[in-house]
């Protein structure tokens, strides 16, 4: 089976980019995006409200065997 994305040749800034170009055109007020080594943060003020969005970063480790015993 082929991995998501795995043959992807756009960067995350040109991803970042054409996100906030978006937001621009569709009336965000504000935006920002920001990282530690636990989650990622995106938000962005939209019609008088504060958008955030939280993800957690995944450790690789956890995932290089899968539940049933399968190497990813």
Known sequence: ????????????QKSRQALETLLLREGASSFAFGWNTTHDTLQFGWHERLIRFTLPRVDPEAYRVSPAGRRR
């Open 1 to 12: 089976m082929a991995r998501y994305a795995a043959h992807t040749t756009v960067s995350a």
